[in-house]
């Protein structure tokens, strides 16, 4: 089984707990107005590379990741390639290897019974999955990524039956996700799963224009802000401040 690699990185610091070998995955379906990887979105690049090959170079550099870290498989949207992600796990498990998934939600479809049953043997060999919320609002999360959100929520619940370890992670971008009501909201919504461990409250930043200047394409946020650091953990309190409403209302 091969899959269709973007690009590895073997010492990752930001994709999950401890230092982790990456890797990116090509193909996704969304269309973030702030994605700073549009040269994933694309389903026929990247390189075809098997599930061996990508363990034998994580061996190699193992000893980085004894610090509590692992595999991660983000994108593009790993979840595109279910199959090769549950062989690339397997023989991560056999090794005692921990897995990450880094996901948008957006493959995930409640009626599509073959993909779900798919995602039933998947979940077993997966550690942690961080999901990245872009919004809340299922209108706002239309303009910012041209898709709805429902399967994306719906994954939340998935996860929390599967009892699979999850992390939200949300980018706060200066008049787009920055109000406090769809913050609270988000925050109340994702209050009521037991699996939450974690929240990646993160900036927005201006790093992927250069990108998209040398890949011919537009970018729909010219021009907004990167967001103040400072402020983050305001928006980040409003976040908790919902999830503490809807567990306190649970309890």
Not at 29 to 55: F, L
Not at 170 to 196: A, E, M, R
């Amino acid at each position: 089984m091969s899959g269709r690699i973007h690009s590895l990185e073997s010492f990752g610091t930001v994709d999950g707990p401890g230092t982790r070998f990456v890797v990116f995955v090509q193909g996704c379906p969304m269309r973030c107005a702030y994605c700073h990887n549009p040269d994933t979105w694309s389903m026929v690049g990247g390189k075809q590379m098997e599930a061996s090959e990508i363990i034998e170079q994580y061996e190699r550099n193992k000893a980085f990741y004894q610090n509590g870290g692992g595999l991660t498989v983000t994108g593009g949207e790993p979840l595109m390639q279910v199959d090769f992600l549950i062989e690339l796990f397997t023989l991560a498990k056999e090794r005692g290897i921990h897995t990450c998934i880094d996901s948008s939600g957006i493959a995930f479809k409640p009626d599509n019974q073959a993909f779900i049953e798919k995602l039933d043997k998947l979940m077993p060999l997966t550690d942690l999955v961080m999901l990245d919320i872009k919004h809340i609002d299922p209108e706002k999360h239309k303009e910012l990524t041209s898709q709805p959100n429902d399967g994306i929520l719906a994954f939340c619940s998935y996860l929390d039956k599967k009892g699979v370890d999850m992390w939200i992670r949300h980018v706060v971008v200066p008049g787009i996700t920055d109000d406090d009501k769809y913050l609270f909201d988000l925050g109340y919504f994702i209050g009521q799963f037991s699996n939450l461990k974690a929240l990646d409250v993160l900036p927005y930043h201006t790093m992927g224009e250069a990108k998209y200047e040398k890949l011919g394409m537009e970018y729909k946020l010219k021009g907004v802000p990167a967001m103040d650091k400072d402020k983050v953990l305001d928006k980040k309190k409003v976040i908790l401040d919902g999830i503490k409403k809807r567990r306190s209302e649970m309890s």
